[in-house]
């Protein structure tokens, strides 16, 4: 069986700029010499900009910035049809709001992210091998709060929708997360696994986080609910969280994917009130 391991590449750009500047051009070039053609599964580019700048003006600059990309790939023999994807997805907000740092932190955030999937054997450890086990069987056994709800049941959240591209859900959702909160305290015997995921990228790989930067949106998904739920008194040794890409899409409509789940992993037996 077979797998991936993921070769990653930044080029940075000059503000407002979607041109390589000749250091930029010279690392990409190494790194695109380092690659084992013969090897190469996917590539996916993902251009990115600065906060400064209206939504509209940055998702065409990052576009450019990622077509910018390709060109250079597929002009040193990298065959067109290995690029899955290409696309701007604007904006990397800010994580620290002082004077001090924002300017070294935007510059950091022009940029445009390669991420080369190099097939190799794959290796499962026991513990993500047993996660995708319980996923795939408990696939269709989706309950509401309103259920009886039994180990091995999935509980889908309908109404906990978050932001594209972010790790926090869209604001009607707020009432429903406290049901879910209000649920897992009343039913305290109930042990379970928070579940993350995204839609839309190519061979199931996790997505971006705009606000951090960091490739882990299913897990930061995941971890949003879990301290949600913890400071809303729901114990920490109750739970555990995870993420799995865009690996497992309901079929649906896209937001639908951008969706945490939660697996019921085992039921104590409740002690009778006194």
Do not use: W
Not at 37 to 50: A, M, P, R, V
Not at 222 to 240: E, P, S
């Amino acid at each position: 069986m077979f797998g991936q391991v993921d070769r990653i590449h930044e080029t940075f750009f000059d503000t407002d700029k979607h041109d390589i500047v000749k250091v930029e051009t010279a690392k990409l070039n190494r790194f695109i010499s380092s690659l084992p053609l013969e090897k190469i599964d996917d590539i996916s580019i993902y251009g990115y900009c600065d906060d400064r700048g209206t939504d509209a003006y940055n998702e065409a600059l990052s576009q450019r910035r990622a077509d910018a990309i390709k060109e250079i790939f597929v002009a040193q023999g990298v065959p067109d049809s290995v690029i899955t994807n290409a696309d701007g997805k604007g904006e990397l907000l800010l994580t620290r709001l002082d004077d001090a740092t924002n300017e070294i932190q935007r510059k950091l955030n022009r940029k445009v992210e390669i991420i080369v999937g190099i097939k190799q054997p794959r290796v499962v450890s026991a513990e993500a091998e047993e996660s995708e086990k319980e996923l795939a069987e408990t696939e269709k056994k989706y309950k509401t709060l309103t259920d009886t709800i039994e180990k091995g049941d999935r509980i889908l959240l309908n109404n906990i929708l978050f932001k594209t591209n972010y790790s926090y859900i869209l604001g009607k959702s707020h009432r429903d997360l406290r049901k879910l909160a209000d649920f897992l305290k009343e039913n305290d015997n109930i042990i379970f696994k928070i579940q993350g995921h995204v839609c839309c990228t190519p061979k199931g790989r996790d997505a971006v986080d705009l606000k951090t930067g960091k490739r882990n949106l299913s897990e930061a998904r995941a971890k949003f609910v879990y301290d949600y739920l913890a400071r809303n008194g729901v114990a920490k040794k109750r739970m555990r969280h995870e993420g799995f890409g865009s690996r497992y899409p309901l079929g649906g409509e896209a937001k639908q994917d951008r969706r945490v789940e939660i697996l019921v992993t085992y039921i104590k037996k409740k002690r009778p009130k006194k």
